[in-house]
Each structure stands twice: as C-alpha cells, then as structure tokens.
C-alpha cells in the first residue's frame, strides 16, 4: 500500500514514512492510494478472532511494511494495557448501543490508537534504518495530551512535548496531564485555546528553521495528532469490529446496514468509520455530531467552513475545536482526489478564514450533521441515565443528543451505535451536575457520582488531586517554538 499527500498526489510514500514523518512537507495530509476490500471471506476471518488480532489484521492491510505477526505483537501489547476488552459494544435498548472505546490507561477513546502508535514508530524507525531521535510534538483539547504522555513515556530515543489550552481543558484532564511522570515527557499550558495550539504546533512542523535547529541536535519530529496516519489506521479497526460484533450478537445479520454516531472535533474518529464503509463495511449513516462550536454542522449542512466565528468553552473541551484538521482527508476522497482543488481550498481557509465546498459531495450520501448546546447536552446524560440506567460523559451525551433529533426528525430506525468516548468520571462535576447533583471540586464530585449511580470511579483517575504536579509551565502562544526548543535542550543536559 502506497500512500500521497492531499495537496500533492503525485507524491509516493511508504506506510512506514509516513507515520514516521506524520504530516507531509507540503502541509498536506497522508491519505491511502486506496481502500482494500473487505470481503465475505475476510469478514468470516475477522469474526473469529479477538480484538487484538481484529486490529492487527487490519492493520495489516494498510501498514503492510509490517507482518500480521508484528502488529499483532504490538496490538497484544496495546490492549493488555486495557481493563477487560479493549472496546465492548453495550446494549442500551433494542436497535440501540454504545461502543464504549474508554477502557484504555487514560480513560478516553485516544487510547485505542496511542497505545499502539509508539510501538509502530519506534519499529518504522528500524525499518527506514533511520537513527535519529524523534520528538512528538501534541497539541491537545484535553484527551490526546495524557494519552500520548501515557504511549510515548520512556519509549526510547522519543521525547514528547504536550501543549494544551492552559483553561480550556476538564480539572481531570489537566491533573492527568501536569502529574505526568517520565524521563522523557514535557507539558506546558498555552495561553489560547486548542486552534491556537493545533496552529502553532503545524507552524513548527512547517517551519525550517526549527527543523535545522532539532536536527542538529539529532532531533526529528513526529505528529502524535490525528494527522499521523498511525493514529488514525488504529481506528478503523474498531468500526469494523462493532460490526462484527453486533452481527455475532445475533442484532443484526450480515451485510445489514447500521449508523453510527460519532462525537467529533478533529473529525478523525469519524473519518476511521468512513474508512471502513470505504472498505464495504456496510453503513446507513455516520451521524456527526458537534458542541456549540458547530463548524461542521453548517459546512455539512450548507457547504461553507467559516472559522471566524465566536469560539465556545464548553463540558465536552476535546470537541472544542474550529479547524477540524482530518475534514481535508475527506475533501479529498469526495472531490476525486483533486490534490489543486484541495490546495486552493486550504489557502483559502489560510487566508480568510473559510472556503465553501458543495454540501451534498461532502456529505456523499453517507454523512448527517447536528449539533447540541450545554442544556441539551445535560438532558441526555439525565435521560439515559433515568431511562436506561446508563451513565455517559459530555462528549457522549452530545452524540446521544444529536441522535435523538436524528431519529425524531427522521423515523430511521436502523440499528445505531453511538461512539461512547470517554469515562463519565473524567468530566465529574458536569455529569454530576446533569443528574442533579451540585459540587465545583472535582473529587468530592466523583464521590458523589459513585454513590448516585453505583458505578466505580477507575483507578487511575482516583488519587489524582494527591499527586505532584511536576509541570506547570505557561506559554504565549507565539513562543511556543522557543518552547520546545527549550524543553530540547532541557532534555539534552539531563543526559
Ligand atoms: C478527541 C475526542 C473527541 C473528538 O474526536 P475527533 O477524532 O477529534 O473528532 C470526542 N470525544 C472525546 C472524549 C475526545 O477525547
């Protein structure tokens, strides 16, 4: 399997490129040549097996630089990280289920693909024969930071530096992240909100400068983002599995259609799902679902992305996002991978801020958007929880209630998976809030929530306000190169 960039097609990279390389030179995207087929035979193959080899095979397919028997080495190592199976798919009602991908070391759905991405760097490194030190660069909504600081910690010749938006991320979010420990891991707060952190870290990958400067110190950089095309291949594997898990459930039967509704802000979970329908895996809707910061609700909707817009703090911060980055791997597929029309798309959206595309090609038959606010958000998490005994975290919630208008709006009644993506206790005080309950502090909140709804608190989330905070740096969002560089050279005196 080859693969080119989005803004320059006649470009060919092997799998192990670009996962080292993360995002293309020319600020474009790694995208597949193509999607292998899953076949009858294949589906048969896959449904028989666990989920560390469900992911492995699919892997396989796409990183084929890599021997089924080498992934599956690193997915095994990946998910026995996990409590219990990597990701259940759980009934809520007949039709209805929730495939819950938080059962990973930090407790959101980044750890499905960040706790395999290290080990297929590190091992694409030895493949290419390259020596040389990669520093993972990160900038977070809340989630990608500690579950990259949890993949890449103390992995060899790796640093990895975290930028996160200094208030714009859960009290939760933020412990996990400044009580980090390992040799080889940096965090620092960013005086902004995550765009102004996704830019100034795409500003370094572009600037060469900044390359000349780490590579003098042996430094290479990598994207632990979900531009890293390691990052996204992992969540294909999941799609398919629910699937097949639905099917082996007796819910559904073979080659029967499903939606699937995702919570989204970097559109790259859902970009994983569209993947897998590109595949055949057979799919009604995938059902998109945003926060108040809808920038993808109007653009599937009317066709027009327009950032310049007032951006919203709100209880889902991983979906707090405007420049939804993995929106441009889909615009791609959808115009014919037109690598100009793509390029002149994203100088536009440099330039001014917003570009309009034709609402029903990107939506290609497949795609419905909506969007939730804050009450909306709450009354679903109150209204599972009420109905179905079900608990959900905010990011949930806003797919469950997107949902909800889908299904009114619409009468689809075709079996529907909601991608369940965090642990409801990373977000303690909101959801504690939405079930009537009231407490700002954090942890008397998660006592609370234990107590109303008779679910356990995961351990490593227990504890945390009685840890060190070990990093508490603050930057402004232009110096954020000085930063890592800082942090480089840091790294290089403790050695
Ligand atoms: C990252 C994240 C999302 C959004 O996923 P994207 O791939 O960025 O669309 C949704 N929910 C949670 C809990 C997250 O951490």
């Known amino acids: 399997m080859n693969y080119t960039s989005t803004r320059d097609a006649s470009k060919v990279f092997s799998a192990s490129e670009v996962i080292v390389k993360g995002i293309s030179d020319d600020g474009g995207l790694f995208v597949p040549s193509s999607f292998p087929h899953l076949d009858a035979k294949l589906m048969d193959e896959l449904s028989d097996m666990t989920y560390p080899e469900r992911a492995a095979k699919i892997l396989s397919l796409y990183i084929d630089d890599f021997s089924f028997e080498e992934l599956l080495i690193y997915a095994n190592k990946a998910y026995s990280r996990f409590d ?30 960040l706790t395999l991405l290290p080990h297929l760097i590190v091992a694409a490194k030895k493949k290419l024969g390259r020596k040389d030190k990669t520093l993972v660069l990160v900038a977070t909504s809340g989630d990608t930071g500690k579950a990259a600081l949890e993949g890449f910690k103390d992995v060899e010749d790796t640093e990895v530096i975290v930028f996160y ?32 952190a996704q830019s100034a870290v795409k500003r370094i990958f572009n600037d060469a400068e900044i390359k000349k400067e780490l590579e003098a110190s042996g430094y ?20 398919i599995s629910a699937y097949l898990d639905l099917k082996d459930a007796g819910e559904i039967k073979a080659g029967d259609k499903v939606n699937f509704v995702v919570p989204t802000g970097n559109f790259g979970n859902v970009l994983a799902g569209y993947y897998a329908y590109k595949m055949g895996l057979p799919v009604n809707k995938f059902i998109i679902a945003s926060n108040a910061n ?11 992305y327009d950032v310049n817009r007032d951006f919203y703090k709100t209880m889902s911060p991983s979906m707090d996002i405007l420049v939804s980055s993995n929106l441009e791997r889909l615009i791609f597929e959808v115009c014919g991978r037109d690598d100009a029309y793509v390029r002149n798309l994203y100088a536009e959206l440099a330039a001014e801020g917003k570009f309009e595309v034709e609402a029903e090609t990107l939506r290609d038959g497949v795609f419905e958007a909506g969007w939730a606010d804050e009450e909306e958000t709450k009354d679903a998490i109150f209204t599972f929880f009420d109905l179905d005994d079900y608990v959900m975290d905010p990011h949930t919630a806003v797919g469950a209630s997107v949902y909800n208008d889908y299904s009114c709006e619409t009468d689809d009644d075709t079996p529907t998976v909601i991608l369940s993506t965090a642990n409801p206790f990373k977000f303690t005080s909101d959801v504690l809030c939405a079930l009537g309950g009231r407490e700002k502090d954090p942890f008397k909140a998660l006592l609370k929530l234990q107590a109303i709804t008779a679910m356990d608190c995961p351990e490593n989330l227990l504890g945390l306000d009685r840890k060190e905070q070990i990093h508490t740096k603050v930057v402004d969002r232009d110096k954020v190169a000085q930063a890592v560089l800082d942090f480089v050279r840091e790294s290089a005196e403790k050695r």
């Not at 007949?94 to 959101?108: K, V």
């Not at 933020?174 to 707060?189: F, I, P, R, S, Y």
């Not at 950089?221 to 992992?234: C, E, K, V």
């Not at 809808?294 to 027009?304: P, Q, R």
Request: aromatic residues 8%.
């Open 84 to 113: 219990g199976d990597a990701c259940p798919v759980v009934k809520i009602e007949d039709g209805l289920y929730m495939l819950e991908l938080w059962h990973g070391p930090t407790c959101a759905f980044k750890d499905m693909a």
């Open 220 to 239: 290479k950089m990598s994207s632990a983002n979900s531009i890293n095309w390691g990052r996204l291949a992992p969540q294909i594997a999941y799609y």
């Open 165 to 196: 938006p200094s208030k714009g991320v859960s009290p939760m979010q933020k412990l996990q992240m400044t009580t980090q420990t390992g040799k080889n891991v940096h965090v620092a707060g960013i005086v902004g909100n995550f765009d102004d």
């Open 294 to 304: 809808n920038v993808l609700t109007e653009c599937f909707n009317d066709g027009v």
